[in-house]
């Protein structure tokens, strides 16, 4: 058994040779998308972080009759006819997706007593991303003949085509791959624009439903794409990329120490016999038959309460949505009610010292490192309900220094494009760079439908919804008001400390009127080692140095008011000073 452990992610990313039998690039992939963007890094690891927390407490596992079902959109994108496949070859990806997930695959047997219905399933979208009908397919020529691993497929002005909204459609792209490629995947917590999976057309799709699809054996029973699937919902390679040493974060898989090709059902390693049948590893297709109810633990984490899929669950974007417990029944409900609305601007103006780095809430799990003073982060969506409590985690990142930090946040709970006072949901203040908590009570008289919530975080003071100010920074959220969602409670608050109101550090100077000397003080901070200086009115500096000590000689100045400027490095703190 593989020991659940909180390590960071680094463990999952020791990228090895691939067996020949089957060829998937999500890992290869997931290295070269954190080179392009090193905070993809920190983002998986709260990721992470909060999925152990939710295994380990036991409360995200499957419930009974609580059936997901994901909207899908196929892009085919094709050189040659043979890989504009047909809607009938579509279909049967889709049908085997929900098939193998339900555990109503045909070839299901009982070797392992832990293969698990997961209780997700697949639909092809009939409701596009501007509300009108359509068959979940988009086709597209393309004169590229080989796609590499690197997402140029899915930008229309590289000759791909754009992803249709990730919240709320799981995106899939039928391409001519490089030789021997099979499919990647992404990863939760990586960019929207790329978010999906990559499957070449010979192997989407199941040769179980026609001898005449474009399939080639023994990779021609659509299990790739079940597999990269599982991808998408953060499970890892059933050997952990690594030997037996290394895990793939799931406790009910046996230890490996490599993948496994063909169907060597008797194949055992590190002491175990391997689990060549399940879809995480490299076997056959016709080998694969089962996810663990561990791994559907760690599925379903993702797309239940505070995960980082919550809104794809709660996508309404097929027929037959009604059936869905997490789904609304109107369109109303489920927040389609056009695009957000155009609110005032807030920034700040420096962030380059301190910003916004995770917000995590009621689906949203979002790390940055400074955005420039403003985010504009509606592609990812929160989904509440009136009248539930739903706690919000957030911090601070610093470059060196902390301080103190005022939190407020707003969510516009009457649609009309203001953040009014008494939709400030979260005050407070801190200059602690740990994860902060708060509880967010939506009112029962909320306006059910898409809104947004800001979230600011200026130095200093308390600042208003609509304020440009010095040092911070402002990130916007989409919120989800639905009659549908549950109460949630993220158990990332377990490492968390209650956001309070925390006095600013500000500057004071005695004895002031002084005569000789000045002693300094930053509330309770040392300040040694800044600098100062002492300005006279006409704005000129008589008198600078390092503050060596909290001591200043000011016997040599002249009578009169002057302005004391110390800075950190970072920040400059002023306050008046009288020299009699």
């Known amino acids: 058994m593989k020991k659940i452990t909180l390590t960071l992610l680094g463990l999952f990313f020791t990228t090895l040779g691939f067996a020949q039998e089957r060829s998937c690039a ?7 998308q954190k080179e392009l963007d090193p905070t993809l890094q920190s983002r998986m690891d709260a ?3 909060f999925t152990q927390l939710k295994v380990l407490s036991n409360k995200s596992s499957k419930v009974v009759n609580e059936i997901i079902t994901i909207p899908v959109v196929v892009h085919v994108i094709y050189n040659t006819n043979s890989q504009n496949i047909s809607d009938a070859q579509i279909q049967s990806q889709i049908t085997v ?3 193998d997930f339900r555990r109503n695959n045909a070839d299901a047997d009982n070797t392992w007593s832990q293969a698990a219905d997961t209780q997700i399933e697949f639909a092809l979208a009939t409701i596009d991303p501007n509300g009108n009908a359509t068959t979940g397919i988009t086709r597209t020529f393309s004169s590229t003949t080989a796609w590499e691993a690197n997402d140029s497929m899915k930008f229309s002005s590289n000759g791909g085509t754009s992803a249709w909204d990730s919240s709320e459609y799981l995106n899939m792209w039928v391409c001519p791959l490089e030789s021997g490629l099979l499919g990647y995947a992404q990863f939760p917590g990586g960019s929207a ?5 990559v499957i070449a057309p010979q192997y989407f799709g199941s040769s179980d439903y026609s001898n005449n699809f474009y399939l080639s054996s023994p990779f021609d029973k659509g299990r790739t794409t079940t597999h990269e699937v599982g991808h998408f919902l953060n499970l890892r390679h059933i050997w952990g990329d690594g030997g037996c040493g290394v895990d793939d974060f799931v406790s009910d ?18 002491g175990t016999l391997d689990m060549v049948q399940n879809y995480m590893d490299y076997s056959d297709d016709s080998c694969m038959n089962l996810f663990t109810a561990g791994q559907t633990t760690r599925m379903r984490t993702v797309l239940e309460a505070g995960g980082s899929r919550r809104s794809l669950a709660l996508s309404d974007k097929f027929d037959g949505s009604e059936e869905t417990p997490d789904d609304n029944d109107s369109g109303e409900e ?8 155009a609110y005032c601007d807030s920034n700040g103006g420096d962030s380059s010292f301190e910003w916004i780095d995770f917000v995590s809430f009621a689906g949203i799990s979002n790390s940055t490192t400074s955005n420039g003073g403003y985010a504009d982060f509606t592609s990812q969506s929160a989904t509440v309900s009136p009248g539930s409590t739903n706690q919000i985690v957030i911090s601070a990142g610093f470059a060196s220094t902390s301080y103190t930090e005022f939190w407020a946040i707003w969510i516009d709970y009457n649609q009309n494009g203001t953040f009014e006072n008494s939709e400030k949901v979260v005050s407070g203040s801190s200059s602690s760079s740990e994860n902060l908590s708060a509880s967010i009570t939506i009112p029962s008289t909320a306006t059910l439908g898409s809104t947004t919530m800001r979230v600011s975080m200026k130095y200093d003071s308390a600042q208003t919804a609509c304020e440009s100010f010095s040092y911070g920074e402002v990130e916007d959220y989409a919120i ?4 549908s969602a549950r109460t949630t409670s993220d158990l990332m608050t377990a490492n968390t400390i209650e956001l309070g109101n925390e006095t600013a550090i500000s500057l004071s100077v005695y004895p002031n009127p002084s005569v000789n000397s000045i002693e300094i003080k930053l509330n309770s901070r040392e300040v040694s080692n800044a600098n100062y200086k002492i300005i006279n009115i006409a704005g000129q500096s008589i008198k600078a140095g390092a503050l060596s000590t909290e001591t200043i000689d000011v016997s040599n100045i002249s009578s009169g008011l002057y302005i004391l400027e110390v800075n950190d490095g970072q920040k400059i703190l002023r306050t008046k000073l009288i020299k009699n």
Not at 253 to 270: I, K, W
Request: proline share 2%.
């Open 26 to 32: 999500t890992m290869n992939h997931l290295e070269q």
């Open 47 to 49: 990721l992470e972080s």
């Open 97 to 99: 997706l929900t098939e």
């Open 193 to 197: 624009s790329t978010d999906g999976v």
């Open 253 to 270: 898989t046996p230890t490996s120490d490599a993948s496994n090709g063909g169907c060597v059902e008797s194949h055992t390693s590190c």
């Open 334 to 341: 489920s927040g389609e009610t056009g695009d957000l609305l």
């Open 480 to 483: 989800n008001i639905t009659n």
